[in-house]
């Protein structure tokens, strides 16, 4: 996913400041900003200040009984009405809360204080420690959660104690088991590798490394537990099994008014009530948890969900028509033609520029080269070239495409679709990830031919295999029962290429498409795609960090930076004589660029900068050579413009011919 | 072949089972049969209930005679009814069956649409309401939701029975109710697992394939979540399943659960043990159709199985 | 491959050489037992019968595909894998000889660096925290304010300034978070640093920053490095010595001139060739590409384990040599038959494991 590269380089808000607050606060203040953490966590404090103060503020003696008031409704003087014995219902509910959340709290400490160093044990030591706790959590789990605690319940009698172990005992495989899954995965961290490579002893790992970065799960699993722990422990109650009267219990006060629904419903309705939302504030409470610990929750609520009905909308309408402009698909037409293209992420705190105004073309049987780093903005323009830019998370501010002289952007769905079939392959960095795990690469690529057209089974399945023997995949019959897994890494790739090419595309997009390869297999990828590129005569744009690669494969390099392309031309022109200080950079320090052995490398300073965090002018100005504090270089963004047979957007590029 | 195996590596989960559920009347502090006679009992009454429990007998032989009363009648009789508690059981199962399966297979239906609606349109009207009714479903003590059914469709509107087994309408609210925490965690589940699989680079392919948006989610995107939501949802089945024992109570149906609940408030050891472990089996038996639903789904684990 | 071998170059600076490694296997996934009954695992032959020895001050470079095993090689230096067989030695303790807390206090040390600074740092400590726990580790300078010397003295070292000691891993760029990852190596003077792919996480235009900082370094504090890459390049530039890895075994080994300049055996010349700055102007010279991929770890191929992708053994076939028909056409018999002992190099500066070393070939890319 080089788009994730891209998106690593937006500025993580608010937390680069440099005052260190309290981490706490900082906690509190990640809850209370989501909705469900303010209210959620409002609720808990409120019910936690009733469990220790509500007591005090019962109006009447919650035991007393009153055989004149039995079975009042709701009035004045019992604001909750009465029970069968005539007992104030009000009264109960606040003396109740301590015995209903001490169970909770009892429970889940039970629970956590003999689950999560299990957890922590299993995970560390391995071996049988790990295999006899794992078993025993599986026979544990093998009961129904009640069924456990009645039968515990059973064993020890029922009573507001019994019933603290009986929940507590039930979540303790739920705690081990997460307990080892989480340290598990923190192991497996390399800054865990990195420590222990330090010297660090076990203990010290464990109680500096794993401890606080497993807390956040843990607390978050607390959260969700004490909710159903408080079910599960008033549905005790609820049974009869629970606290014993006459003390008032939640779950108890139900069980009791459960033969009175039919003619005082309101007995049920309050206990009821309560109950209900306890176990909703903890939940709410939990997820804004999980939210601010789970990484991959955060990012679905990073989108702002509520406005992207309207962004939808936006998106699809915001380039006006101007693509029908582009001059008609003659012979010689570009199969490629990007004329002042802005993108932008939306972000929390609005759009942040990643693209900022890129031209170009590509003429049929081309290969161009987009040469960036991380944050520059290539991979995301790859995928709006490709239609598939997510309008959830990267608008369209400016500009058009064209491919085949076809506007791209700004149609409606079904037109989009038959562009994307017609006219448009995509290949991928990841070979593995591009390709759905649970489906034959045989049913993957018939899906892929079969798209738009009427052939019958035994065409495609004909065509499918055709696919395969141009990527030169041996053995084609058989390779296409197979699963994605059951191929290497190049393979893969091989095959993501046949799916792009199973409609005969005019434009092959390639983002990366070796890095994740050894050099060996690359080198074959490289091969493959030039040899289908002369046999088909169709257009590759390929977007990659590396020149040397780009030197070898590409007709025609465009150098990208800070969201604008500085340098393109010829490859030969561009790379024999780059005119860019940044191309020059590139180009220089590279090891084994003619430096010699010993010596430093040529290196650029400072790092690439951040999106949306650019300096006025020229975005390299901070890291120039040539520039120099030179007021031309801060005055405005250089303008690309023509100098010896290349596009370049540098003031002073005449200064490299001399 | 791997049915054989998982069936097989089920087995020593059900040993484990059947012995902790055994060594249960063990396991209770003090002389059960002391507990039984009550205080006031005499030494001939608590010996000779010794006698009946069988607690003077070895452990092995104990246990053997347990596991022959699974299938042998004679073997254990409730205290209280003086029936054997296998046909105690059996009569009650299907009852059980009824409600939970029922509710079980409602639910997941029910939850797993849900979640392809929030995930298909994040943001929109419907993702709002089910992630309402989803923090609601989960949140809401079902015994408290049984009796306000009972109260409003039962007692106000009067279309369904209140309570009791005799017609097929008395099963409407109990295994709607059951269904509620099934949907509310599978939506959930579901729900995070296709939002999480939507960023998927093989779905890009599927798109740069020309397909339609809901080809793309049904066809690639959901089977993959589903294998995630199977997977997570096999442990919680158990809380699941949890719901029928209270739901039968307060709908008032004969089921295994609510033998269990008066079993346990009138210490009738027998009817506890066989009922537990029929749960138990129960239960096994469902994370054994959980893992072979998995593996079907995810061909991965069906190479991994055939490396092992 | 049977006899052990030492390495022609310096027979004489034997005793400054500051990391031995004697002969070093490593097979995982041998003894595994399952509580039900025993599961024929199969072996993996991570790292096979390796040696090399680098002299105090020098830079040796481990050159491998992924999967050929360089990593573990790595750690088996560090001391955080345990050979399998052979013996590893740093001064002139082999680390067999010591347990785990002696392991710990070898670490002091030798350093090793990872790849992903990303991954690398702890999210929760701050780069303050992150160096004070090496010395804390490791009981140095307990004093206060020796302590907080120390630390702003390296991280002036790396390029850093005080301020960065108060920020988080994610408010660091990846430069900077890979300035303190080798902060947190050089804090308790260490002797060797093992450097894994210390710059391939990073954009292209810091990667020469942290490079010429690695050679300051190593200058300055007088350091050993071990450097484990795929980059043939980077090696050209850094390292003095070089050992090319291939499924678990060096496959050629000695002098970087030599190897790298030379290169002798096949594998060697196809990374070479590919690693080497291309201009394009003569792009259209057809480079060497090897075909297929590495064979599986679980199952090296007999003989040379090279011998599946190898153009030499198919050339040579073709010429005549005594050749076999395999799954992978047809090649020549030995290579396909019998391991090849290390051919040292006509200056004995480097060797390489081929039958065919010195045989010099017309031209194999066709």
């Known amino acids: 996913m080089s788009l994730a590269q891209d998106m690593a380089a937006v500025p993580e808000r608010a937390e680069s400041t440099t005052a260190k607050p309290n981490p706490a606060w900082t906690l509190l203040r990640r809850i209370l900003v989501q909705p469900k953490g303010a209210v959620g966590l409002t609720l808990v404090v409120l019910y936690l200040v009733l469990a220790v103060i509500g007591p005090a503020l019962a109006p009447q003696d919650a035991f007393r009984q009153n055989f004149a008031q039995t079975l009042r409704p709701p009035s004045a003087a019992h604001w909750f009405g009465t029970d069968q014995l005539g007992r104030d219902v009000f009264s109960r509910i606040l003396i109740g809360a301590r015995a209903t959340l001490g169970i909770g709290v009892g429970g889940v400490t039970v629970a956590f204080l003999i689950g999560v160093p299990l957890g922590i044990l299993a995970a560390w030591r391995r071996g049988w420690i790990e295999a006899v706790l794992m078993r025993a959590i599986d026979v544990m789990l093998s009961f129904p959660d009640i069924v456990f605690a009645l039968a515990v319940v059973a064993i020890l009698g029922a009573n507001t104690q019994n019933v603290i172990i009986a929940v507590g005992v039930v979540s303790i495989p739920v705690f081990a088991r997460t307990a080892r899954a989480v340290t598990l995965s923190v192991l497996a961290e390399p800054y865990i590798e990195g420590s222990v490579a330090l010297g660090a002893s076990p203990a010290r790992v464990i109680m500096r490394h794993v401890l606080p970065n497993i807390s956040g799960t843990l607390l978050t699993l607390s959260t969700l537990l004490f909710a159903s722990t408080l079910l599960s422990a008033s549905g005790l109650g609820f049974l009869g099994l629970g606290t014993q009267p006459p003390f008032p219990e939640w779950g108890t006060m139900l069980g009791d008014s459960r033969s009175y629904i039919r003619s005082h419903p309101y007995l049920a309705t309050f206990p009821g009530l309560f109950l209900a939302v306890s176990a909703l504030a903890f939940n709410l409470l939990g997820d804004a948890l999980r939210t601010i610990y789970d990484p991959t929750s955060r990012r679905a609520a990073r989108r702002l969900p509520m406005l992207n009905f309207l962004r939808r909308r936006t998106a699809a309408s915001a380039p006006p028509a101007a693509g029908l402009a582009a001059a008609p698909a003659g012979p010689d037409a570009p199969v490629v033609a990007v004329e002042g293209l802005h993108l932008a992420f939306r972000t929390g705190e609005g759009l942040l520029e990643v693209v900022r105004g890129v031209d170009l073309t590509i003429c049929a049987g081309r290969t161009l080269a987009i040469v960036g780093e991380s944050g520059s903005g290539k991979s995301t323009l790859l995928r709006a070239i490709g239609t598939l830019a997510n309008p959830q998370e990267v608008a369209i501010t400016a500009g058009t495409v064209a491919i085949g002289g076809e506007p791209a952007l700004g149609l409606p769905a079904a037109a989009v679709r038959d562009l994307r079939r017609r006219k448009i392959g995509i290949v991928f960095q990841d070979a593995a990830s591009a390709l759905n795990p649970v489906l034959t690469v045989g049913a993957q690529l018939a899906e892929a031919v079969r798209a738009g057209s009427r052939l019958g089974p035994q065409a495609v399945r004909q065509r499918c295999i055709a696919l395969l023997r141009d990527v030169n995949i041996a053995d084609p019959e058989r390779r296409l029962e197979m699963y994605p897994h059951q191929f290497s890494g190049g393979m893969k790739q091989r095959i993501v290429i046949a799916i792009a090419l199973a409609q005969n595309p005019e ?33 590759i744009l390929l977007v990659t960090h590396d020149l040397n690669l780009v030197a070898r494969f590409a007709d025609d390099v465009a150098v990208m930076y800070a969201g604008r392309l500085v340098e393109s031309g010829a490859i030969a022109t561009v790379l024999e004589q780059p005119l860019h200080p940044y191309t020059q950079a590139l180009r220089a320090s590279a090891p084994g660029a003619g430096e010699g052995r010993g010596q430093p490398l040529r290196s650029i300073p400072g790092e690439p900068p951040l999106v949306g965090q650019l300096p006025s002018g020229c975005a390299f100005r901070p890291r120039c050579p040539r520039s120099a504090n030179r007021a031309e270089c801060a005055a405005q963004e250089p303008p690309e413009r023509m100098v010896a047979s290349r596009q370049v957007a540098c003031v002073f590029a005449e200064e490299a011919l001399s | 072949m791997f049915v054989l195996r998982r069936l097989s590596s089920a087995l020593p989960t059900l040993f484990a089972v059947s012995l902790l559920v055994f060594l249960f009347v063990d396991l209770i502090p003090g002389d059960p049969a002391q507990i039984l006679a009550g205080p006031t009992a005499s030494n001939e009454e608590i010996e000779s209930i010794r006698k009946f429990l069988g607690l003077n007998e070895p452990l092995l032989s104990r246990y053997g005679q347990f596991l022959r009363g699974i299938f042998d009648p004679s073997v254990a009789t409730s205290f209280r009814t003086h029936r054997p508690v296998v046909v105690e059981l ?38 709002a309401l089910i992630t309402v009714l989803t923090l609601a479903g989960i949140s809401m003590p079902i015994y408290w939701l049984g009796l306000l059914c009972i109260w409003y469709f039962a007692v106000n509107l009067g279309w369904l029975p209140a309570a009791g087994a005799s017609t097929p309408m008395h099963f409407v609210l109990p295994i709607l109710v059951i269904a509620t925490r099934p949907a509310a965690m599978f939506s959930r589940l579901v729900a995070t697992s296709l939002t999480e699989s939507m960023g998927r680079d093989y779905l890009d392919t599927a798109r740069a394939k020309g397909l339609s948006e809901t080809r793309v989610v049904l066809f690639h995107a959901l089977r993959n979540s589903l294998i995630a939501a199977v997977s997570v949802a096999g442990v919680q089945f158990g809380g699941m399943l949890g719901g029928s024992v209270v739901t039968e109570t307060v709908f008032g149906i004969p089921g295994v659960g609510r033998l269990l609940v008066d079993a346990v408030s009138r210490a009738d050891y027998p009817v506890i043990q066989y009922a537990i472990l029929m749960f138990a089996v129960f239960f096994v038996a469902i994370n054994l159709v959980t893992d072979l639903l998995t593996q079907w789904l995810d061909p991965r684990t069906r190479d991994q199985e055939r490396l092992a | 491959m049977n006899a052990p071998f030492r390495l022609p170059l310096t027979p004489d600076a034997a005793s400054d050489d500051v990391v031995i490694v004697q002969n070093v296997s490593r097979h995982f996934g041998s003894s595994r037992t399952g509580l039900f009954g025993r599961r024929a695992a199969p072996v993996v032959r991570a790292v096979e019968d390796v040696s090399f020895r680098v002299p105090r001050g020098s830079c040796f470079a481990i050159v491998g595909e992924s999967g050929s095993g360089k990593s573990s090689l790595a750690r088996l230096v560090v001391g955080l894998l345990r050979p399998t067989s052979g013996e590893v030695t740093i001064g002139s303790v082999a680390l067999s000889s010591l347990d785990d807390a002696g392991l710990r206090g070898m670490r002091r040390k030798v350093q090793l660096v990872l790849q992903d600074p990303r991954a690398s740092l702890d999210p929760r400590m701050t780069v303050l925290d992150t160096l004070a726990e090496a010395l804390t580790v490791h009981s140095l300078h307990r004093d206060r304010q020796a302590r907080r010397e120390r630390i702003d003295a390296v991280i002036g070292m790396v390029g850093l300034s005080q301020a960065h000691l108060t920020r988080y891993p994610h408010e660091l760029s990846g430069g900077q978070r890979q300035r303190v990852a080798i902060a947190r190596a050089i804090v308790c003077e260490p002797e060797i640093l093992v450097l894994d792919e210390p710059v391939s996480a990073l954009d292209v235009s810091v990667q020469a920053q942290i490079i010429n900082l690695l050679a300051d370094l190593q200058a300055r504090l007088a350091l050993t490095y071990i450097v484990i890459t795929h980059d043939l390049a980077l090696v050209a530039h850094m390292a003095d010595a070089v050992g090319v890895m291939y499924l678990g075994r060096f496959v050629e080994q000695g002098d970087v001139g030599d190897v790298c300049g030379a290169p002798r055996h096949p594998y060697t010349q196809s990374l070479m060739a590919i690693a080497a700055q291309v201009s394009p102007l003569d792009r259209d010279r057809p480079a060497t590409v090897l075909e297929g991929s590495i064979p599986s770890p679980l199952a090296i191929p007999s003989g040379c384990s090279f011998h599946t992708r190898c153009p030499r053994a198919r050339a040579l076939a073709a010429a005549g040599v005594e050749a076999v028909d395999t799954a992978d056409g047809r090649l020549a018999r030995l290579c396909v038959e019998a391991a090849p002992l290390p051919h040292p190099a006509p200056g004995g500066r480097s060797t390489a494991k081929c039958h065919f070393a010195d045989q010099s070939l017309p031209d194999q890319s066709s």
């Open chain 1, 507 to 539: 434009l092959l997009l390639a983002d990366e498409p070796t890095s994740a390869l050894d050099v060996t297999i690359q080198q074959q990828i490289l091969v493959l795609l030039r040899e289908i590129q002369r046999k088909r005569g169709m257009a």
């Open chain 2, 90 to 127: 059996a009569e009650r199962l299907p009852n059980t069956l009824i409600v939970s399966i029922g509710g079980l297979a409602i639910g997941v239906v029910l939850g797993t649409l849900a979640g392809i609606v929030c995930a298909m349109r994040p943001g929109g009207i419907a993702d």
